[in-house]
């Protein structure tokens, strides 16, 4: 049974710096895509980034480019969001989904096996 696991959002102020992490278990086909989504109060489930595990192709929403920073290390089935400058509109909780494939925009079609997300809160 695949399972996604994310970690490491908390509480931070703006102009901060977070890191989440994206623990997969239980896929089978060895390589595979993670997207990075996000969905704040009252608002639609947002595509944020993703990273083929295979190829290292990525994709980011242009809310983000230039802040976002989407990393894999294969050995630990795990992927990275960095992400600096951490603005208010940022506050959502961040979820990690997986895909055959990477690409922008980055959608919320074809992603499956959902974690259960993080929350990001940015606040003074």
């Known amino acids: 049974q695949v399972q996604l696991v994310e970690s490491g959002g908390g509480l931070v102020q703006p102009g901060g710096s977070l890191r989440l992490s994206c623990v997969a278990s239980g896929i089978s086909s060895g390589y595979y895509t993670i997207g990075w989504f996000r969905q704040a109060p009252g608002k639609q489930r947002e595509g944020v980034s993703c990273?083929?595990?295979?190829?290292?192709?990525?994709a980011y929403a242009d809310s983000v480019k230039g802040r976002f920073t989407i990393s894999r290390d294969n050995a630990k089935n795990t992927v990275y969001l960095q992400m600096n400058s951490l603005q208010p509109e940022d506050t959502a909780v961040y979820y990690c989904?997986?895909?055959?494939?990477?690409?922008?925009?980055?959608?919320?079609?074809?992603?499956?096996?959902w974690g259960q997300g993080t929350q990001v809160t940015v606040s003074s």
């Open positions: 990273i083929s595990t295979r190829t290292g192709d990525t």
């Open positions: 989904a997986r895909n055959d494939y990477c690409a922008g925009p980055v959608q919320l079609r074809n992603y499956r096996s």
